[in-house]
Nanobody, 129 residues
Framework: QVPLVESGGGLVQAGGSLRLSCAAS????????MAWFRQAPGKERDFVAA????????DYADSVKGRFTISRDNAKNTVYLQMNNLKPEDTAVYYC??????????????????????WGQGTQVTVSS
């Protein structure tokens, strides 16, 4: 497992934007997928977005398509989640995840949480109406 540290969460009004960052330390993650998941109070952890090792393929949950953008900077060992037009239903703890060996140099996006074996501590995003 690789230590992951998220940042950028906070309180924002509906319609606003936030940018989450997730930095990895210890070893490079440029050879595997990265993803964001979120968990709202009383709900299960859900997939939000994922990006393959090269950054050339991404996938999004239907609920965030057109509003969220995942990207990565392999030179900085960092993945980002740009969130625009935020809605109250986006309120959750957002978790960054690093892919396991099945995602290594894999050009297919994997949205299953089981494909990711390193997780950050989470960052709270609260959207007020």
């Amino acid at each position: 497992q690789v230590p992951l540290v998220e940042s950028g969460g906070g309180l924002v009004q509906a319609g606003g934007s936030l940018r989450l960052s997730c930095a990895a330390s210890g070893r490079t993650l440029s050879d595997r997928a990265m993803a964001w998941f979120r968990q709202a109070p009383g709900k299960e952890r859900d997939f939000v977005a994922a990006i393959i090792w090269s950054g050339l393929n991404t996938d999004y949950a239907d609920s965030v398509k057109g509003r969220f953008t995942i990207s990565r900077d392999n030179a900085k060992n960092t993945v980002y989640l740009q969130m625009n037009n935020l809605k109250p239903e986006d309120t959750a703890v957002y978790y960054c995840a690093a892919g396991g060996t099945s995602t290594r140099y894999n050009n297919m996006v994997d949205a299953r949480s089981s494909a990711y074996d390193s997780w950050g501590q989470g960052t709270q995003v609260t959207v007020s109406s």
